[in-house]
C-alpha cells in the first residue's frame, strides 16, 4: 500500500521545493523552515481527510461484474413479455452511454429504473423508434427527487403553481416566493423544500415547462396550496405587513411532448407499456 506522504501530491512536494530552497539561503532557513515543515503537516492532514471521504464514493462506482448482474436481473425481467424475435442489441449510441451510466448511478435506485427502461424500450423492436438518444443525458443530468417528480407527473401531465408577490404602493412588485406548490411532498421527494429548484432542471431539460398564462380549471388545486400549514403561516406573516398588498398568482406546469415522450419509455415500468 502506498504511503500515505505519497497521497498528499503536490502540496507535499511543494513543502519539500521550500524547504530546498532554503537550504541555499542560509540566513533564511531558521525563520522558514518550521513554516514549511507545519506546511507539510497541514496539507498531509488535509489529503488524509479528503482520501477518507472520498473512500465511500469509491464504493458507489459499479465494476462491470455489477452492471452485467443488474442488467441481467432489471433489464431481463422488463423485456419478459416482449417476444424473443423482437428483442435486439439496443443502438450503440443509446446502449454503450446508458450502461457506462450506470456505473456511477446504479447505486440510485430511482434513476437506476429510469436506465432500465430505456435500455429495454431500446431493445424491443416495437419501441425501439422512441427510445430518443438524448434521455440518457437528461438521466444524468437528474437527481432521483427530480426521477420521483417525473413518475409522479406520469399520472397527470399538469399541476398546480402559485407566485406569491407582494405589491408596494407605487404598483412596483418582487415575487417573494415562486413556483409554490406540494409537488415535492406528492412525489414523495426526499428534500421537498427543493421542488421549485427541480422544477427549474425539469424545465431546463425541455421535460415539462411553466406556462404563466394558464390555469387549472378547478380552484381546489390552489385552495389547497394556500391551506397547507407552512404555506398559510407564510401567506398570514407578509399580510401583516402594512402598506404592501400580497398577491397570489395562479397558473401550472405542463409536462412537454418530450417530456411525455420521455415518461413512455424511461418512466412507465417496460413491463405495462403499450407496444403499440
Same mark, same amino acid.
Given at each position: 500500500?502506498?504511503?500515505?506522504?505519497?497521497?498528499?501530491?503536490?502540496?507535499?512536494?511543494?513543502?519539500?521545493?521550500?524547504?530546498?530552497?532554503?537550504?541555499?539561503?542560509?540566513?533564511?532557513?531558521?525563520?522558514?523552515?518550521?513554516?514549511?515543515?507545519?506546511?507539510?503537516?497541514?496539507?498531509?492532514?488535509?489529503?488524509?481527510?479528503?482520501?477518507?471521504?472520498?473512500?465511500?464514493?469509491?464504493?458507489?462506482?459499479?465494476?462491470?461484474?455489477?452492471?452485467?448482474?443488474?442488467?441481467?436481473?432489471?433489464?431481463?425481467?422488463?423485456?419478459?413479455?416482449?417476444?424473443?424475435?423482437?428483442?435486439?442489441?439496443?443502438?450503440?449510441?443509446?446502449?454503450? !452511454?446508458?450502461?457506462?451510466?450506470?456505473? $456511477?448511478?446504479?447505486?440510485?435506485?430511482? &434513476? =437506476? @429504473? +429510469?436506465?432500465?427502461?430505456?435500455?429495454?424500450?431500446?431493445?424491443?423492436?416495437?419501441?425501439?423508434?422512441?427510445?430518443?438518444?438524448?434521455?440518457?443525458?437528461?438521466?444524468?443530468?437528474?437527481?432521483?427527487?427530480?426521477?420521483?417528480?417525473?413518475?409522479?407527473?406520469?399520472?397527470?401531465?399538469?399541476?398546480?403553481?402559485?407566485?406569491?408577490?407582494?405589491?408596494?404602493?407605487?404598483?412596483?412588485?418582487?415575487?417573494?416566493?415562486?413556483?409554490?406548490?406540494?409537488?415535492?411532498?406528492?412525489?414523495?421527494?426526499?428534500?421537498?423544500?427543493?421542488?421549485?429548484?427541480?422544477?427549474?432542471?425539469?424545465?431546463?431539460?425541455?421535460?415539462?415547462?411553466?406556462?404563466t398564462e394558464?390555469?387549472?380549471?378547478?380552484?381546489? !388545486?390552489?385552495k389547497r396550496?394556500?391551506? $397547507?400549514?407552512?404555506?398559510?403561516?407564510? &401567506? =398570514? @406573516? +407578509?399580510?401583516?405587513?402594512?402598506?404592501?398588498?400580497?398577491?397570489?398568482?395562479?397558473?401550472?406546469l405542463e409536462?412537454?411532448?418530450?417530456?411525455?415522450?420521455?415518461?413512455?419509455?424511461?418512466?412507465?415500468?417496460?413491463?405495462?407499456?403499450?407496444?403499440?
Open positions: 500500500m502506498p504511503d500515505e506522504t505519497e497521497k498528499s501530491g503536490t502540496y507535499t512536494d511543494a513543502a519539500k521545493a521550500i524547504a530546498a530552497i532554503t537550504e541555499h539561503v542560509p540566513v533564511y532557513r531558521d525563520a522558514i523552515q518550521p513554516a514549511a515543515q507545519e506546511l507539510g503537516k497541514g496539507l498531509h492532514l488535509v489529503a488524509k481527510a479528503v482520501n477518507a471521504a472520498l473512500l465511500p464514493v469509491e464504493g458507489f462506482v459499479w465494476g462491470i461484474e455489477q452492471v452485467r448482474g443488474f442488467i441481467h436481473e432489471k433489464v431481463v425481467k422488463k423485456l419478459e413479455n416482449v417476444p424473443p424475435e423482437d428483442i435486439q442489441a439496443p443502438k450503440a449510441h443509446i446502449g454503450v !452511454p446508458a450502461i457506462e451510466a450506470l456505473r $456511477y448511478t446504479g447505486s440510485e435506485a430511482e &434513476l =437506476a @429504473d +429510469l436506465y432500465a427502461n430505456l435500455l429495454a424500450s431500446s431493445m424491443d423492436r416495437k419501441t425501439a423508434f422512441s427510445a430518443h438518444p438524448g434521455f440518457v443525458d437528461m438521466i444524468k443530468n437528474m437527481c432521483p427527487d427530480e426521477a420521483k417528480i417525473m413518475k409522479f407527473l406520469s399520472g397527470s401531465f399538469c399541476y398546480p403553481l402559485i407566485d406569491i408577490k407582494i405589491t408596494e404602493p407605487d404598483n412596483s412588485f418582487n415575487v417573494a416566493h415562486r413556483h409554490v406548490s406540494l409537488l415535492g411532498i406528492d412525489s414523495l421527494c426526499k428534500n421537498p423544500p427543493f421542488a421549485s429548484n427541480y422544477i427549474d432542471n425539469l424545465e431546463r431539460l425541455g421535460l415539462i415547462v411553466v406556462r394558464v390555469r387549472m380549471k378547478a380552484e381546489e !388545486p390552489y396550496i394556500e391551506e $397547507y400549514p407552512q404555506i398559510a403561516g407564510i &401567506l =398570514a @406573516d +407578509l399580510r401583516k405587513i402594512e402598506g404592501k398588498k400580497i398577491e397570489v398568482e395562479k397558473f401550472r409536462v412537454t411532448d418530450l417530456g411525455k415522450q420521455f415518461i413512455r419509455v424511461c418512466v412507465i415500468d417496460k413491463e405495462t407499456q403499450n407496444r403499440g
